[in-house]
C-alpha cells in the first residue's frame, strides 16, 4: 500500500522541477562605461566637411583665378595640366617649410631627443614659443612644423640638422637642385622675408611632388589637427593651417604659407582613385587661396 504514496511523490517533484527546466535564463546586456570627459576615438578625429564631387563631365580649361602664379600637376609622374606664370621669381613664404620638413624626414633618427638653444627661439611672428633648455623628439617638432606653421620650430630643426640656420639654407638648395628646382634660392628654413631668398611655382611642385611621396610627410600634413605637449606637461591643441583639408574630403595636405610681400599661398594635395594632384597657388589674397586651390584640386582631380 505504500507504492502509491511513493508515485505520487515522485510526479509533485516533476511538476515542480518542470517551470525551472523550461525558463530560459535572462540576458543582461552589458554596456561599456568610459569614464567622463573622455571620447570614443572616431569621434575624436575631426571630419572633412562634405563637399561637392563633380557629376558628369569637367571642363578641360582650368578655372580662372586670381593668383599671382599657380602649377597644378600630377603628384606620381609631374606631368603638368595647368601652368600660370609658373616660372616667376616670387616670395614663397612658409610653403618652404615643406623642403625643410622632407630633409629633417629624410635624415631619420626622427625619436632623437632636440634641446632647444637660444639662438632657435628668435623667429617671429608664428611661434610655438618652446623655450631654450627643453628637450623634444624631432618627430614631434616635424609635426608642429607642417600642422601650425611654427617659425621657431623651423629654426631649431634646421640648426639641429645641419649646426646652423645658414648651413641648413645651403642643404635647402641643394636638395632642391637635385631634384630639378633648380629656379629657386631658399636662405632660411621657414620662408621668412629675407633679400635674395625666392622660388617659382613650377619649382615648389617639384618640391611638392618628392615631399608627397615621403611616407612620414604624407602621415602628418593630412592631420586636421594634433596634441603637442610641451617640455613642461602642458599640452595645446595645434590646429592645420590649411582650410581646404576640412573643406573638401579629398584634400590630404600639404602647407599653407603667408607673408606681406609673398601674399596667400598654398600647396595643396588630394587624390581620388587612379589619380593624385599638386596644386601650388602663389600670392593671392585671403580669401581668394582657399577658392582657388580648391576650384583647381576639384579640377585636376576630375577633369
Same mark, same amino acid.
Given at each position: 500500500?505504500?507504492?502509491?504514496?511513493?508515485?505520487?511523490?515522485?510526479?509533485?517533484?516533476?511538476?515542480?522541477?518542470?517551470?525551472?527546466?523550461?525558463a530560459?535564463?535572462?540576458?543582461?546586456? /552589458?554596456?561599456?562605461?568610459?569614464?567622463?570627459?573622455?571620447?570614443?576615438?572616431?569621434?575624436?578625429?575631426?571630419?572633412?566637411e562634405?563637399? &561637392?564631387?563633380?557629376?558628369?563631365?569637367?571642363?578641360?580649361?582650368?578655372?580662372?583665378?586670381?593668383a599671382?602664379?599657380?602649377?597644378?600637376? &600630377?603628384?606620381?609622374?609631374?606631368?603638368i595640366?595647368?601652368?600660370?606664370?609658373?616660372?616667376?621669381?616670387?616670395?614663397?613664404?612658409?610653403?618652404q617649410?615643406l623642403?625643410?620638413?622632407m630633409?629633417?624626414?629624410?635624415?631619420?633618427f626622427? &625619436?632623437?631627443?632636440?634641446?632647444?638653444?637660444?639662438?632657435?627661439?628668435?623667429?617671429?611672428?608664428?611661434?610655438?614659443?618652446?623655450?631654450?633648455? &627643453?628637450?623634444?623628439?624631432?618627430?614631434?617638432?616635424?609635426?608642429?612644423?607642417?600642422?601650425?606653421?611654427?617659425?621657431?620650430?623651423?629654426?631649431?630643426?634646421?640648426?639641429?640638422a645641419?649646426?646652423?640656420?645658414?648651413? /641648413?639654407?645651403?642643404l635647402?638648395?641643394?636638395?632642391?637642385?637635385?631634384?630639378?628646382?633648380?629656379?629657386?634660392? /631658399?636662405?632660411?628654413?621657414?620662408?621668412?622675408?629675407?633679400?635674395?631668398?625666392?622660388?617659382?611655382?613650377?619649382?615648389?611642385?617639384?618640391?611638392?611632388?618628392?615631399?608627397?611621396?615621403?611616407?612620414?610627410?604624407?602621415?602628418?600634413?593630412?592631420?586636421?589637427?594634433?596634441?603637442?605637449?610641451?617640455?613642461?606637461?602642458?599640452?595645446?591643441?595645434?590646429?592645420?593651417?590649411?582650410?581646404?583639408?576640412?573643406?573638401?574630403?579629398?584634400?590630404?595636405?600639404?602647407?599653407?604659407?603667408?607673408?606681406?610681400?609673398?601674399?596667400?599661398?598654398?600647396?595643396?594635395?588630394?587624390?581620388?582613385?587612379?589619380?593624385?594632384?599638386?596644386?601650388?597657388v602663389?600670392?593671392?589674397?585671403?580669401?581668394?587661396?582657399?577658392?582657388?586651390?580648391?576650384?583647381?584640386?576639384?579640377w585636376?582631380l576630375?577633369?
Amino acid at each position: 500500500m505504500k507504492r502509491p504514496r511513493e508515485w505520487t511523490a515522485l510526479f509533485c517533484a516533476i511538476c515542480l522541477a518542470l517551470p525551472c527546466v523550461a525558463a530560459k535564463p535572462k540576458k543582461y546586456d /552589458f554596456k561599456p562605461v568610459r569614464p567622463g570627459g573622455i571620447p570614443d576615438a572616431p569621434a575624436s578625429v575631426p571630419r572633412a566637411e562634405p563637399a &561637392d564631387i563633380p557629376v558628369g563631365p569637367v571642363s578641360k580649361i582650368a578655372p580662372t583665378t586670381r593668383a599671382a602664379a599657380v602649377m597644378v600637376i &600630377d603628384a606620381r609622374t609631374g606631368e603638368i595640366f595647368y601652368e600660370k606664370n609658373a616660372d616667376a621669381a616670387r616670395p614663397a613664404a612658409s610653403t618652404q617649410k615643406l623642403l625643410t620638413a622632407m630633409i629633417v624626414a629624410e635624415r631619420g633618427f626622427l &625619436d632623437r631627443p632636440v634641446t632647444v638653444l637660444p639662438v632657435d627661439t628668435m623667429a617671429e611672428p608664428v611661434k610655438l614659443n618652446i623655450k631654450a633648455g &627643453d628637450t623634444y623628439q624631432r618627430i614631434d617638432l616635424l609635426r608642429a612644423l607642417l600642422v601650425k606653421s611654427s617659425n621657431d620650430v623651423a629654426r631649431c630643426l634646421a640648426r639641429d640638422a645641419a649646426g646652423s640656420v645658414e648651413e /641648413f639654407a645651403d642643404l635647402m638648395n641643394e636638395k632642391a637642385r637635385s631634384l630639378g628646382a633648380t629656379n629657386s634660392n /631658399f636662405l632660411n628654413p621657414n620662408g621668412l622675408p629675407m633679400p635674395g631668398q625666392y622660388s617659382t611655382a613650377r619649382d615648389l611642385s617639384i618640391i611638392a611632388k618628392a615631399a608627397y611621396a615621403n611616407p612620414t610627410i604624407r602621415s602628418i600634413v593630412c592631420l586636421p589637427q594634433l596634441v603637442f605637449r610641451y617640455a613642461n606637461g602642458r599640452t595645446r591643441v595645434l590646429t592645420n593651417t590649411n582650410k581646404v583639408l576640412k573643406k573638401l574630403p579629398y584634400c590630404n595636405g600639404m602647407k599653407t604659407g603667408y607673408t606681406e610681400a609673398a601674399g596667400h599661398c598654398l600647396i595643396a594635395s588630394g587624390a581620388r582613385p587612379g589619380r593624385d594632384i599638386i596644386v601650388v597657388v602663389l600670392g593671392d589674397s585671403k580669401t581668394g587661396v582657399w577658392q582657388d586651390a580648391s576650384a583647381l584640386l576639384s579640377w585636376g582631380l576630375w577633369m
